[in-house]
């Protein structure tokens, strides 16, 4: 006690306030104009569901309808999933693998967040240090901050497609690294690796005894020239854990259903206890609700190619139309056009403009004065560069890119 006042001996962990995705795009939108009458247009976000457009198969409706209404799925399930799901992900991710996966190589979260957070927790041994992709996902930092897991950044190529500089990764690599993180499509870059590259992903995490973490909560929107290869067909060079959801396929990113898979043939996960840990994170975490799990044999079994290519029409379409409209402002360029998933990199030329000192103020200058959410590249990784989806309705699209046309206009330098 001081002067009769309780010293309290609690604090906050200052390692949860880290930079996110979600609290700078709250940033944003807490400087619009709220006199602008115009709709916000939001270009910072991977969500297409709010957009008629992108919605989910009726499939995806019913088989949840029917899941609940049977009442067979009101109750706790079992921690890594229930089986008939877990299954039905093992059948589904099968179907490009060169082996076949076991519903023991499942284990099911709740969305891909889950996955990622299982994973860093089990690998964060006192030491250990992780490789993580620059430009790449913020939720990977602040986990591993939180697990007191060691972050080391290797750089994606621009000039090279957005390809993993493996020089760049061997040189980064010592005794206390445990893994290397690849996310495919890829987010915040648009880009699709291709299966020669992913084979020397394979085997530079074989050289170095590490194991990869492939994110592919985008797999299979891949549009472009380059098709879509799980990092699993790999799962006997290098030991894979794979992340993956029925978020961005389905558009359905609100159902929280994810898995976290062991692709590795050899067993290398059980002989070193990465899968008796993982169980045991599972074990004290919380679930993906039951019946979202009872629908998962449905929806990965009956949904049709035409809804998946309904929504890979729409993004290409809509990549299209990013690249053309951004080629009409002179302050961003974009080196490489997306082949894949729902975003866009683009550099942020400073010199053109006037009064803008960074990424970030050009995001709150363009919300207060355009109404458009975009999101700055500091929050990724890449200062002075901006991440876009173009994963919205093509019209809004076009209307959001136009207005930042203006917005250049009127602060570019005379």
Not at 181 to 198: A, D, K, M, T
Not at 270 to 279: C, E, F, I, N
Not at 352 to 375: N, P, Q, R, T, Y
Request: with cysteine; charged share 25%.
């Amino acid at each position: 006690m001081e002067n009769g006042a309780p010293v309290w001996k609690f604090r906050g962990d200052e390692e949860l306030t880290a930079i996110t995705i979600r609290g700078i795009r709250y940033q944003l939108m807490d400087n619009l104009n709220k006199d602008d009458d115009r709709v916000v247009v939001p270009l910072g976000h991977g969500d297409p569901s709010h957009f008629p457009c992108f919605r989910t198969t009726p499939v995806a409706e019913d088989a949840i309808v029917d899941a609940i209404r049977s009442a067979k799925f009101n109750c706790y399930g079992p921690t890594v999933g229930i089986l008939p799901a877990r299954r039905a992900v093992a059948d589904y991710l099968s179907r490009d693998l060169p082996y076949k996966l076991s519903p023991d190589d499942v284990h099911l979260t709740l969305g891909c967040k889950q996955a990622i957070e299982a994973a860093l927790t089990v690998l964060a041994c006192p030491g250990a240090n992780i490789l993580l992709p620059r430009p790449g996902f913020p939720c990977y930092d602040a986990l591993a901050a939180y697990s007191h897991l060691e972050t080391r950044y290797f750089d994606l190529l621009p000039d090279k497609g957005w390809e993993v500089d493996l020089k760049g990764v061997e040189d980064l690599a010592d005794e206390s690294t445990v893994a290397m993180v690849i996310i495919n499509p890829g987010n915040p870059c648009g880009s699709v690796f291709s299966y020669q590259h992913l084979k020397k992903v394979a085997e530079t995490a074989r050289k170095l005894g590490i194991m990869v973490i492939a994110d592919e909560v985008y797999g299979h929107l891949a549009f472009g020239d380059t098709p879509f290869v799980p990092m699993g067909v790999f799962g006997s060079i290098a030991p894979v854990l794979t992340l993956g959801s029925i978020s961005k396929r389905w558009i359905i990113p609100g159902w929280r259903l994810g898995w976290l898979v062991t692709n590795d043939p050899q067993g290398f996960l059980k002989d070193t206890g990465v899968l008796k840990s993982l169980k045991g994170f599972l074990d004290i975490s919380s679930d993906p609700p039951t019946f979202i799990q009872g629908a998962v044999p449905h929806i990965l079994e009956k949904t049709n190619d035409d809804f998946f290519s309904k929504v890979i029409r729409i993004l290409r379409e809509a990549a299209d139309i990013c690249d053309e409209k951004i080629q009409e402002i002179p302050c961003i360029t974009c080196p490489e056009k997306p082949e894949g998933g729902m975003f866009v990199m683009v550099k942020l030329n400073l010199s053109l403009l006037e009064g803008i000192k960074d990424d970030l103020e050009f995001c709150i200058k363009l919300a207060k004065e355009e109404s458009v959410i975009v999101l700055p590249g500091i929050v990724v990784g890449m200062k002075n560069w901006l991440r876009i989806t173009f994963a919205i309705d093509p019209s809004s699209l076009k209307d959001g890119l136009g207005r930042i046309k203006a917005f250049y206009e009127r602060h570019a330098k005379k």
